[in-house]
Structure formats: structure tokens, C-alpha cells
């Protein structure tokens, strides 16, 4: 990682300008901000999900069962429920928790009584009983392996996406008016968290505040393997999930935020921005070419 880290900011030093999946109704000051720290061009040209008309387009949750649910078997499902009623729990194809979270998350979504959909990995079974799925059968769904993502964040019944934070993500489900629970893991996701919660007001925390690696190591010999509870698990999904006030203004705010972000996806925006950074780029040729004529002369 430090490598690659290492390799991108070199990267970055001969760029003349930089793409970004994002757009000014998101992160309008940061964006200008970022312009000025790095002395480059800055092309917002997102979000980019929306390019992608096909409903049924997905994330991996776990790489070895791609068809690991029928889409249109998940969309009945979903109409069955009440609008604005279900969770989705996806914490996207890196992040993972270990067993003892799993069964916490597990338990905590079992006492929301909130229906909900949840996407594991082969690796995080071994955290839920063998009961369980008997047990939430009337109000839970659980997908291991791929879930077609669009499809259910695009569903009306859908209400809130537990999300580790990871952008595309973010932007997937911010596009779509829905309010976010974060459970961010590592890296760039604490910072998402603080976008979502604390600019955007389009979020509810969990509580984690301690950044995991892969192999959930925080201090040499100590294996963080619980984050959450189930208690808190619980709160914060009635909070994210909240019929009253608070809830009402939340998911008013999220459905402003994604109507906003859909007119710049659709009103030409990100393609003129496409289109300064060609003409951008054939202006740096053109003074190549002419700088090598120069020379030749």
C-alpha cells in the first residue's frame, strides 16, 4: 500500500490536471479548495454510476460467488416491503469483519426489527448461527457473494445503506436520495464519514473510531475483532432509520442532495468538463509540437 501510495504521488507531481468522481454539489468548496493546494486542473466529472444505466450492475461482496442471488428475485422481495422501510448492509469487496463482529452486527440488526437486506462474504459466515436466517426470515434477506447494488439502492423501499464509506459507494447511494449509517475501516473512509455526517448532514455514525487493516491488527499482539456491539448497532439503526423529526429531515436533506446531483449528471456539466479537459490536453500537445519545431529550427 505504501508503495502504491508512494507511486501515485509521484504520479500526481507531472500531472497537468486530475479526474475525479465526484461534482461541485457534493464537495463544491473542497473541490476548489483541492485545485488551489495542488496547482492543477480539477475535473469533476462525476458521479459516474450514473453513466451506467443498467439497473442490474453490482458490487462484489465477496469475489467467489458472483451469481449469488437472482436481481429480480431481490426486487420482489423488496416490493414487498413498505416504502423507505429496509436497510442495506454491503461493506463493499476489501473490508472485513471478523466472526465476533459478524454475529454483534448480526444481532443488532435482529433486534432493530427493522427489515433489511445484508450482503456478506464467504470469509464472515462463520459469524452468523446456523438459526439466524430461520429466525429473520419474514423481514431479513442475506446475499453472500454479489449483490446487484443499483437495483436495491434504486428500490423505493429501500430507506438507508449501512456503508463503510467506501466512495462509490457513497456516490452510489447519495445519487439515489438515501441516507447513510457509516461504519468506516481504513484509509480515506473516516474522512467520507466526516463529509457524509458532518458537511453533508446525510449520515448517522456507528462508532467506530478506530481504523482496521486487513488483517485487523491496530498495535502489535492486539486483535481488535469488535468494534461495534449489538447495542449500538441497534441504536443506530433506529436512529438512521427514525420515522420522527430528525429522520424526516435527514432523508429530506438526502433527497434534496440527490436531486441535485442528478441534474448536474443530466443538465451537460460533467460533459463539458469532459470536454475542457480534451481541449486542455490538445493545447498541451500543441505546444509540444510546437516547442519541437522550435528546437528543430
Known amino acids: 500500500m505504501e508503495k502504491n501510495q508512494r507511486e501515485m504521488i509521484?504520479?500526481?507531481?507531472?500531472?497537468?490536471g486530475v479526474f475525479i468522481n465526484t461534482c461541485?454539489?457534493?464537495?463544491?468548496?473542497?473541490?476548489?479548495?483541492?485545485?488551489?493546494?495542488?496547482?492543477?486542473?480539477?475535473?469533476?466529472?462525476?458521479?459516474?454510476?450514473l453513466l451506467n444505466t443498467d439497473a442490474a450492475a453490482g458490487t462484489m461482496a465477496g469475489r467467489e460467488n458472483r451469481a449469488a442471488m437472482d436481481a429480480e428475485h431481490i426486487a420482489s422481495w423488496l416490493d414487498a416491503r413498505p416504502p423507505a422501510s429496509v436497510l442495506y448492509v454491503n461493506f463493499g469487496s476489501m473490508a472485513r469483519l471478523f466472526p465476533p463482529q459478524v454475529a454483534e452486527l448480526?444481532?443488532?440488526?435482529?433486534?432493530?426489527?427493522?427489515?433489511?437486506?445484508?450482503?456478506?462474504?464467504?470469509?464472515?459466515?462463520?459469524?452468523?448461527?446456523?438459526?439466524?436466517?430461520?429466525?429473520?426470515?419474514?423481514?431479513?434477506?442475506?446475499?453472500?457473494?454479489?449483490?446487484?447494488q443499483m437495483t436495491i439502492l434504486s428500490h423505493p423501499s429501500v430507506g438507508a445503506f449501512l456503508t463503510h464509506c467506501g466512495w462509490n459507494s457513497v456516490v452510489e447511494a447519495v445519487s439515489h436520495g438515501l441516507p447513510l449509517l457509516t461504519w468506516p475501516h481504513f484509509h480515506d473512509q473516516f474522512l467520507i464519514e466526516a463529509l457524509v455526517v458532518d458537511v453533508l448532514g446525510v449520515g448517522v455514525r456507528v462508532g467506530v473510531e478506530v481504523p482496521t487493516t486487513h488483517i485487523g491488527l491496530v498495535k502489535p499482539g492486539q486483535l481488535l475483532e469488535v468494534q461495534a456491539g449489538r447495542d449500538p448497532v441497534e441504536r443506530a439503526v433506529a436512529e438512521v432509520m427514525d420515522e420522527g423529526l430528525a429522520g424526516a429531515a435527514r432523508r429530506a436533506r438526502a433527497k434534496e442532495l440527490g436531486d441535485k446531483v442528478r441534474v448536474t449528471a443530466e443538465d451537460g456539466s460533467r460533459d463539458t468538463n469532459v470536454k475542457n479537459m480534451i481541449g486542455h490536453v490538445m493545447k498541451l500537445?500543441?505546444?509540444?509540437?510546437?516547442?519541437k519545431m522550435d528546437d528543430a529550427n
Open 24 to 49: 461541485m454539489d457534493l464537495e463544491g468548496a473542497l473541490i476548489e479548495r483541492y485545485a488551489e493546494a495542488i496547482s492543477c486542473k480539477v475535473w469533476a466529472v462525476g458521479p459516474l454510476c
Open 10 to 16: 509521484e504520479a500526481m507531481a507531472t500531472a497537468s
Open 285 to 291: 500537445v500543441c505546444k509540444s509540437e510546437e516547442k
Open 106 to 148: 448480526a444481532a443488532g440488526l435482529e433486534s432493530s426489527r427493522r427489515p433489511f437486506i445484508w450482503v456478506v462474504k464467504e470469509t464472515e459466515t462463520a459469524g452468523i448461527d446456523a438459526e439466524y436466517e430461520a429466525r429473520v426470515k419474514d423481514r431479513g434477506l442475506i446475499i453472500c457473494g454479489w449483490a446487484p
